[in-house]
């Protein structure tokens, strides 16, 4: 996420085509079927894949002047280093030198502008995505959308959650203020991680909410929805009570009052939050004033869309799983 290089990711994200020799080589496969045609039920939905299809073509087509300048450059030092000290012309030794700072000079040049370049064009790109996507998910049942770029949070709007124990870094990107129904929200795209080992592991992944609430109590609540084997389980609550458990979710808190706070309209809701393909588990924390809400997912929703076409079904998923998470923070501040 923002603690990455984004232009490196890009680079790292180019797919390389298997060459003939290999396809021959390739153990057979059986016959899959066609892969139905991507459609778009939103404009919004399609102006990303355009976006994307664009900036594809802008980056490629960079891709190519970058090689034909290190040949140039490649060329120029091999003709100043070896082709002209054997010419035998006068003043030799300063044509070499030309030549070779020519070639340095074309090169750094051209890596400066070209990363500049590129890298506007990126977040423009990154803009218009969110752009999209929060005019799609949120445009219809929310108002006030304000998007920032890049969008960071500050490490303490997720530390507070009081979720995760031993985090060391947390990558945010996309942060989103709107208010749904008179409340105040703010939504990021947000990655926690731990280390262990020297090696930085995930806590979290995925869709980051937060909001004021009505919740009083010193002592939070807390509820995890459980996930399948991708699922990232809360790992702080170690010195919290399970007061309740199910197939489903768990709650836990060291509120004694704690079954007030799970109303009926609560539940209802609760009720309705259901696991999906892309929405691996979700945890919700309860703090004295305030709401947090981590929906985890995964690569489909969370990866920017670059070499492969736009597929607009996790963002769909993400839609009709957001309404209900925030109907539980509308319920949180009456």
């Known amino acids: 996420m923002e603690n990455e290089n984004e232009l490196e990711v890009l680079e790292e994200a180019q797919e390389i085509a298997p060459t003939e020799e290999n396809k021959e080589e390739a153990p057979a496969e059986e016959a899959q079927p066609e892969p139905e045609p991507i459609t778009y039920s939103s404009s919004y939905l399609e102006a990303i894949e355009k976006a994307r299809a664009d900036f594809l073509k802008i980056y490629r087509t960079q891709n190519v002047f970058k090689w034909v300048v290190s040949f140039i450059a490649i060329a120029t030092v091999i003709v100043g280093a070896v082709v ?171 509120n004694k009052e704690w079954k007030k706070v799970i109303s009926a309209d609560v539940k209802k809701i609760l009720t309705s939050i259901e696991m999906n393909k892309e929405l691996v588990d979700l945890s919700i924390s309860l703090q004295k004033g305030r709401i947090f809400v981590c929906m985890g997912y995964d690569d489909p929703l969370m990866v920017l869309p670059l070499q492969q076409q736009f597929d607009p079904k996790p963002t769909e998923t993400y839609k009709k799983d957001v309404i209900k998470v925030l109907k539980l923070i509308e319920e949180f501040n009456k």
């Open 84 to 254: 002209i000290p054997n010419l035998g012309i006068a003043n030799s030794l300063y044509i070499m030198i030309g030549m070779l700072v020519g070639a340095l000079a074309l090169t750094i040049l051209f890596t400066v502008f070209a990363r500049k370049y590129i890298r506007q064009k990126m977040n423009a790109y990154f803009n218009l995505y969110y752009k999209n996507i929060n005019d799609f998910v949120f445009g219809d049942i929310a108002s006030n959308i304000e998007a920032q770029f890049p969008g960071k949070i500050q490490n303490d709007a997720f530390l507070d959650n009081n979720l995760f124990k031993d985090v060391v870094d947390v990558g945010s990107r996309g942060l989103t203020e709107f208010t749904y129904n008179n409340v105040p929200i703010a939504v990021a795209d947000a990655a926690a991680q731990i280390r262990k080992d020297k090696r930085l592991y995930p806590a979290f992944v995925g869709k980051y909410l937060y909001a004021a609430s009505n919740y009083k109590d010193d002592d939070g609540l807390y509820i995890y929805f459980k996930g399948d084997k991708r699922a990232l389980p809360p790992t702080n609550l170690d010195g919290v009570k399970t007061v309740q458990e199910d197939k489903k979710m768990i709650i836990y808190s060291n």
